[in-house]
């Protein structure tokens, strides 16, 4: 069985930095495409980065040039730098396992919070 965990998230002002980390166990890892996405309440969840297995990355277009998408496949587990926060991007930060960029994978965390507040 396929298992992400997330960790890192939390309180920050805006324009701090955060790095979150989705840990893969019972799976190939290193197979995987993997993805961000966030969901703020009453919005629609939203694909924030994506990484391929061999490592092409592509954001979307609000994030681009804050956050860095990254994944060290030895520990199993793939990471979102966040930069420049601002408040709007306060939601929670979901990572899924073996999905593109247009559709999702079928494995999915929890999620963590991140809050961008003063």
């Known amino acids: 069985q396929v298992q992400l965990v997330e960790s890192g998230g939390g309180l920050v002002q805006p324009g701090g930095s955060l790095r979150l980390s989705c840990t893969v166990s019972?799976?190939?890892?290193?197979?995987?495409?993997m993805g961000w996405y966030r969901q703020a309440p009453g919005k629609q969840r939203e694909l924030v980065a994506h990484i391929t297995s061999s490592g092409i990355t592509n954001y979307s277009d609000s994030v681009k040039g804050r956050f860095t998408i990254s994944r060290t496949n030895a520990k199993n587990t793939m990471y979102l730098q966040m930069n420049s926060l601002k408040p709007e991007d306060t939601a929670v930060y979901l990572c899924n396992a073996g999905g593109s960029t247009v559709v999702s994978g079928p494995y999915w965390g929890r999620g963590t919070q991140v809050t961008v507040s003063s």
């Open positions: 019972g799976g190939i890892f290193s197979v995987y495409a």
